[in-house]
Each structure stands twice: as structure tokens, then as C-alpha cells.
């Protein structure tokens, strides 16, 4: 009880330094990004606002004081309630100012519904055609949204049906040798949904919500933007072809202006490239590809759940690795799961030497005998023979999010991750409620002024997230975990296991934490490959020393050798 009283003591101590150098910090930082600390440096104190902490495996103490120096030490951007719940206001008066937004995605349609909330009249151009369809096909997939993409989609009251996604309840991996291991630690507070069915949910809140405030406008393809002018130009499109249903006095083509053009459209981000042929060079696009292919495939119930844990089984996350081939099978909320086969481009198998059903027969029968319970259909068959192969993931990166203060780069236009670390819809969704808080926080009277702000705050973080998807296997670009990576997460879990209040559980387990911010987690990172080097290198020197400078040590080993020998001989 006294250990107690002084802990609590020394934490209030603690405390008020912190709230003192807080105010200090503050009155230090430009009034832009004063502005943007809209998190409090203690949990009661007087603001809508408090910063979401999750609970960390650290003993409370060390949770506590690591959660006073966040309040007191960072400019958070994504912030909710003070007691948990989202903060999503009543939509404001209009502002008379137009956005374009090109891309009905998730980043998109979120993105716009963050906008109208604020005032802005809202226009979302897509290149498909309508569609009302909450439903999922083979021939989409789904994404696993974790805290970051769930809060993002919790500030835009979006509230995902439950017949439409899965809380994921943990992780199957399917060995070769082990056979199916499951792990209730693995996707904590996830969420498996269709990208399709979540792109249709955004985008009916959105009509439903916000009316003529928001307009969808499909079957529309970018074909140029006249950044002078500020003018989108946009040709009718019916699926593959020029629309057909156009009279005789109408027009192929569409412009519409803007005050704010939003580039939400994809890895092959049309906008994107209409900056770069505008810009003669000063804005810098960087791709990686991880050089795979991918088809996608509905797995049925999977058979071999252990006795009582059926419905675990149904929900789980499964995974057959085997190198560089891999089936990744996240839940639907039928008990099925959406499937993606991911080959190399080059090798043994891949999809460009698969073309009849034999193939992708020998490919299962070989690989993963057990995805559909030994038994692969033949039109699953026919259908993965014929289906064409998607690209793998692809990192991207931009010199800049913002390119002449009125048009944004958002979602895998401006900041494409690896699938890797199941990062890429969870950092584009929070860079939408990103760009929320900072217009929030600074008004609307001066945008360029509010972008740039944006960008400056935004741009380090999914930076981040990028680099850490893209060494999310120790930077190997055939998706099998690298030696010295595995080796550095055993050493600091065993750590974090023996010492829990000492070492923290590697940082890579905190990708998902919204206590963390990316490139926290990227530091830490980085501390901890120091540590495993400093602990190798200091093990190294102390056998060296023990064994080799130590003339009884070298005796006791080498008597230890010779019993152990003469052991094996007699065996033998």
C-alpha cells in the first residue's frame, strides 16, 4: 500500500512537470500547429477532446507514465471523445466552396463525407458504373481494418453492419508440418470486410446523410485537368466503352471547376499523373513493386476446427505460407473466406504459366491441399484458369500530398502500401479523418494554408507506414520473413516475457496500436535492431572472454565436449 501511495505520489509530481512543459511547448509552436494540439494533457481536464490510448502490455505504471508524456508531448491529429465515443458534429453551413473528388473508394467516399460535414459542396467522379450492390463476388477481396481504419470510419458515423462484416476472432496458420495453429492474439479489435461492400456502405451514408450536399457521378473517366483554371475534364463512360446512351445534342464530354480537386483514385492514380506531366518534373512519384501476382478465390467452410471452436474457426484470419506462394483468406460473414492466391512473378509456379485447370489442380493439390478440405472444384478451377492476375502491392510515395495549394493526393494515390502488414486501407481511412481534424481545427478561410499544414503533418506518417509495410519481412520482396528479423522479434518477445515491465513487446506488434503513431513505431524499431546488435555483440564478447581467456572455464568445456562424444560413440 505504501509502494502504492509513493508510485501515485511520484506520478502526480510527474504530472504537473509535464503540464508545465506542455504549456511551455505550446506557446512555442507556430499558431498553425498550436492549433492542431488538440489533445489534453490529463484525462479530466476541460476538452472535447482526448487523445485514444490503447491499453499496452506494460504493467500500469509504466502504461500510465508512458500515456502522460503522449498527452503532454505530441500534436495528435486523430482524436476522439473523452470517453471513447467518436466526435462527429452536425453538418456546418455551407461555405461556398466545390470540391472534386476523383474515386468512389473507401478513401474517396469517407473523404467526402468529412468535407460535406464541414461546409463543402461535394462532387465524386467515378470511372464504374452505379452500383447498390452490398454484396461480395470472387472476384473482389477484403480488407482487414484494425483501430486506425475503424476510428476513421467511426468519425464519419459509419456503422458497419454485422451481417456485412466479421469481427475477426484471431489468426489460423496452416503448416506443412504443424498442420492448423490458432492464435486468439493475432488481429486484435480487427474487422474483415469486403472492399467493395464498404466502398457501397461510405458512399450510401454519404447519399443518404448529406443529399444533394454530396453527388456521386459514375461512369465518368478523368481524361485531363486544367490546373489554371482549376477544371476537371471528364469523357462518359459505359463499362469498357463510350457511353451509349448519349442523344445526339449531348456532349462526350464533362467539365466541372473546383476549389479543392481530391485525387482518391489508385495506385495508377489518373490525377497523380496529370501532376507530374503538369509540374515538368518538380513532383517526384516513387513506386516498388514486391514483384507478385494475385488472383482472388471463395473459399468454403473450412473443415478441421478443433472440438468447441467452430465458430472461432469460421471468424479466424487463415494462412497458408509456403515461401513465395501464399493463400491469405480473410472471413466473410457467411463462414466462407475471400481468398487471395499470390504467386511470384517468376519461379516454379506463377500465374503466367497457369493456364488450364490441370494446373491450378496440381498447384492446390501440391501447395495447399487442405484450403478447400482436400476437394477443389472444377468450375473453381475453370474460374481461377481464366480469371486474369491483379499486380501485387506497390509503395508509393510523392515529394508532396498537396501540388499548387488546391489539389490533394489521398489514399493509395499518394500513399500505397505493401500488404504486408495489412496496413494500406487502415492508413488511407485515417489520412481522410486526418485531413478532417486539420480543416476542422484551422477553418476553411485559408485552404492552401490548411493543406499545407495537412501535408506537413500527415506526409512523416505515411511515409512511415510505407517504409514499415515494405520491411514488413525484413524488406524481402518474396513475402517469407526474413532470418534476422525473426530472430530480433523471438529475443525481444522472450525479453518483453521474462521482464514485462522493463521491455516493451516488439514494435512491430504496435503497428495497429492508435497509441502509436507510424513513425513510432518505426523508431522504436529502429532502438530495438540497436538493442539486438549491442546484446549480440556484448553475448559474443562474453563467451569470448569465458570460454576462450578463462583456463578453468576452457577445461570444464572441454571435459563437457569429450562426455558428450564419448555419449554418442557408445549410443552408436
Given at each position: 500500500?505504501?509502494?502504492?501511495?509513493?508510485?501515485?505520489?511520484?506520478?502526480t509530481?510527474?504530472?504537473?512537470?509535464?503540464?508545465?512543459?506542455?504549456?511551455?511547448?505550446?506557446?512555442?509552436l507556430?499558431?498553425s500547429?498550436?492549433?492542431?494540439?488538440?489533445?489534453?494533457t490529463r484525462?479530466?481536464?476541460?476538452?472535447?477532446?482526448?487523445c485514444?490510448?490503447?491499453?499496452?502490455?506494460?504493467?500500469?505504471?509504466?502504461?500510465?507514465?508512458?500515456?502522460?508524456?503522449?498527452?503532454?508531448?505530441?500534436?495528435?491529429?486523430?482524436?476522439?471523445?473523452?470517453?471513447?465515443?467518436s466526435?462527429?458534429?452536425?453538418?456546418?453551413?455551407?461555405?461556398?466552396?466545390?470540391?472534386?473528388?476523383?474515386?468512389?473508394?473507401?478513401?474517396?467516399?469517407?473523404?467526402?463525407?468529412?468535407?460535406?460535414?464541414?461546409?463543402?459542396?461535394?462532387?465524386?467522379?467515378e470511372?464504374?458504373?452505379?452500383?447498390?450492390?452490398?454484396?461480395?463476388?470472387?472476384?473482389?477481396y477484403?480488407?482487414?481494418?484494425?483501430?486506425?481504419?475503424?476510428?476513421?470510419?467511426?468519425?464519419?458515423?459509419?456503422?458497419?453492419d454485422?451481417?456485412?462484416?466479421?469481427?475477426?476472432?484471431?489468426?489460423?496458420?496452416?503448416?506443412?508440418?504443424?498442420?492448423?495453429?490458432?492464435?486468439?492474439?493475432?488481429?486484435?479489435?480487427?474487422?474483415?470486410?469486403?472492399?467493395?461492400?464498404?466502398?457501397?456502405t461510405?458512399?450510401?451514408?454519404?447519399?443518404?446523410?448529406?443529399?444533394?450536399?454530396?453527388?456521386?457521378?459514375?461512369?465518368?473517366?478523368?481524361?485531363?485537368?486544367?490546373?489554371?483554371?482549376?477544371?476537371?475534364?471528364?469523357?462518359?463512360?459505359?463499362?469498357?466503352?463510350?457511353?451509349p446512351?448519349?442523344?445526339?445534342?449531348?456532349?462526350l464530354?464533362?467539365?466541372?471547376?473546383?476549389?479543392?480537386?481530391?485525387?482518391?483514385?489508385?495506385?495508377?492514380?489518373?490525377?497523380?499523373?496529370?501532376?507530374v506531366?503538369d509540374?515538368q518534373?518538380?513532383?517526384?512519384?516513387?513506386?516498388?513493386?514486391?514483384?507478385?501476382?494475385?488472383?482472388?478465390?471463395?473459399?468454403?467452410?473450412?473443415?478441421?476446427?478443433?472440438?468447441?471452436?467452430?465458430?472461432?474457426?469460421?471468424?479466424?484470419?487463415h494462412?497458408?505460407?509456403?515461401?513465395?506462394?501464399?493463400?491469405?483468406a480473410?472471413?466473410?460473414?457467411?463462414?466462407?473466406?475471400?481468398?487471395?492466391?499470390?504467386?511470384?512473378?517468376?519461379?516454379?509456379?506463377t500465374?503466367?504459366?497457369?493456364?488450364?485447370?490441370?494446373?491450378?489442380?496440381?498447384?492446390?493439390?501440391?501447395?495447399?491441399?487442405?484450403?478447400?478440405?482436400?476437394?477443389?472444384?472444377s468450375k473453381?478451377?475453370?474460374?481461377?484458369?481464366?480469371?486474369?492476375?491483379?499486380?501485387?502491392?506497390?509503395?508509393?510515395?510523392?515529394?508532396?500530398?498537396?501540388y499548387?495549394?488546391?489539389?490533394?493526393l489521398i489514399?493509395?494515390?499518394?500513399?500505397?502500401?505493401?500488404?504486408?502488414?495489412g496496413?494500406?486501407?487502415?492508413?488511407?481511412?485515417?489520412?481522410?479523418h486526418?485531413?478532417?481534424?486539420?480543416?476542422?481545427?484551422?477553418?476553411?478561410?485559408?485552404l492552401?494554408?490548411?493543406?499545407?499544414?495537412?501535408?506537413?503533418?500527415?506526409?512523416?506518417?505515411?511515409?512511415?507506414?510505407?517504409?514499415?509495410?515494405?520491411?514488413?519481412?525484413?524488406?524481402?520482396?518474396?513475402?517469407?520473413?526474413g532470418?534476422v528479423?525473426?530472430?530480433?522479434?523471438v529475443?525481444?518477445?522472450?525479453?518483453?516475457?521474462?521482464?514485462?515491465?522493463?521491455?516493451?513487446?516488439?514494435?512491430?506488434?504496435?503497428?495497429?496500436?492508435?497509441?502509436?503513431?507510424?513513425?513510432?513505431?518505426?523508431k522504436?524499431?529502429k532502438?530495438?535492431?540497436?538493442?539486438f546488435?549491442?546484446?549480440?555483440?556484448?553475448?559474443?564478447?562474453?563467451?569470448?572472454?569465458?570460454?576462450?581467456?578463462?583456463?578453468?572455464?576452457?577445461?570444464?568445456?572441454?571435459?563437457?565436449v569429450?562426455?558428450?562424444?564419448?555419449?554418442?560413440?557408445?549410443?552408436?
Open positions: 500500500a505504501l509502494s502504492r501511495a509513493l508510485t501515485q505520489l511520484n506520478a509530481r510527474a504530472l504537473t512537470q509535464l503540464n508545465a512543459s506542455h504549456v511551455d511547448m505550446r506557446a512555442q507556430s499558431p500547429r498550436a492549433m492542431l494540439v488538440t489533445c489534453t484525462p479530466d481536464a476541460p476538452s472535447s477532446r482526448a485514444v490510448h490503447a491499453s499496452s502490455s506494460l504493467s500500469s505504471r509504466r502504461a500510465n507514465a508512458r500515456q502522460q508524456q503522449r498527452w503532454a508531448h505530441r500534436s495528435r491529429i486523430v482524436c476522439r471523445d473523452a470517453d471513447g465515443a466526435a462527429p458534429t452536425d453538418a456546418a453551413a455551407l461555405n461556398g466552396k466545390s470540391v472534386v473528388i476523383i474515386g468512389a473508394g473507401p478513401a474517396g467516399a469517407l473523404t467526402s463525407i468529412h468535407l460535406a460535414s464541414l461546409g463543402y459542396e461535394v462532387d465524386v467522379y470511372r464504374r458504373g452505379a452500383s447498390n450492390k452490398v454484396e461480395t463476388s470472387a472476384r473482389t477484403n480488407v482487414v481494418l484494425n483501430g486506425r481504419g475503424l476510428d476513421a470510419l467511426d468519425a464519419g458515423g459509419i456503422v458497419l454485422d451481417e456485412l462484416c466479421v469481427y475477426v476472432s484471431g489468426g489460423v496458420r496452416h503448416g506443412v508440418k504443424s498442420g492448423a495453429v490458432f492464435s486468439s492474439q493475432s488481429f486484435s479489435r480487427a474487422v474483415s470486410v469486403n472492399r467493395a461492400v464498404l466502398a457501397a461510405i458512399a450510401r451514408e454519404a447519399s443518404e446523410k448529406y443529399g444533394d450536399r454530396i453527388r456521386f457521378h459514375f461512369n465518368r473517366s478523368l481524361v485531363g485537368v486544367n490546373f489554371n483554371t482549376q477544371t476537371a475534364v471528364f469523357e462518359k463512360f459505359e463499362g469498357e466503352d463510350v457511353c446512351f448519349l442523344s445526339e445534342d449531348e456532349s464530354f464533362e467539365e466541372k471547376t473546383y476549389d479543392l480537386l481530391v485525387g482518391a483514385d489508385g495506385v495508377r492514380s489518373r490525377v497523380r499523373a496529370e501532376i506531366q509540374s518534373g518538380s513532383f517526384v512519384v516513387k513506386q516498388v513493386t514486391d514483384g507478385m501476382k494475385y488472383k482472388s478465390v471463395m473459399l468454403p467452410k473450412l473443415a478441421g476446427a478443433p472440438r468447441g471452436m467452430e465458430n472461432d474457426w469460421s471468424r479466424a484470419f494462412t497458408w505460407r509456403r515461401g513465395q506462394t501464399s493463400v491469405l480473410p472471413p466473410n460473414p457467411d463462414g466462407t473466406h475471400s481468398a487471395v492466391v499470390i504467386l511470384p512473378e517468376s519461379g516454379e509456379w500465374w503466367d504459366k497457369i493456364e488450364a485447370p490441370q494446373q491450378v489442380d496440381r498447384l492446390f493439390a501440391t501447395k495447399f491441399p487442405d484450403a478447400f478440405s482436400g476437394n477443389l472444384p473453381t478451377s475453370s474460374m481461377l484458369a481464366k480469371q486474369k492476375a491483379s499486380p501485387g502491392g506497390t509503395t508509393t510515395t510523392v515529394s508532396s500530398m498537396v499548387k495549394d488546391n489539389v490533394l489514399g493509395d494515390a499518394a500513399h500505397s502500401c505493401w500488404p504486408s502488414l496496413q494500406g486501407a487502415n492508413v488511407a481511412l485515417e489520412t481522410t486526418a485531413l478532417r481534424v486539420t480543416l476542422e481545427e484551422m477553418g476553411d478561410e485559408d492552401p494554408k490548411a493543406l499545407k499544414t495537412f501535408d506537413k503533418l500527415r506526409k512523416p506518417q505515411v511515409d512511415a507506414a510505407a517504409r514499415l509495410s515494405q520491411g514488413g519481412f525484413g524488406g524481402s520482396m518474396n513475402r517469407t520473413i532470418g528479423l525473426m530472430a530480433r522479434m529475443f525481444i518477445s522472450i525479453l518483453h516475457a521474462v521482464l514485462p515491465t522493463v521491455f516493451h513487446r516488439p514494435a512491430l506488434f504496435e503497428i495497429s496500436n492508435t497509441a502509436y503513431s507510424y513513425d513510432e513505431v518505426e522504436m524499431m532502438r530495438e535492431s540497436f538493442s546488435c549491442a546484446s549480440l555483440i556484448f553475448g559474443a564478447v562474453t563467451f569470448w572472454y569465458l570460454v576462450f581467456q578463462n583456463p578453468a572455464m576452457r577445461r570444464s568445456l572441454g571435459a563437457l569429450h562426455r558428450f562424444v564419448s555419449a554418442a560413440i557408445g549410443a552408436a
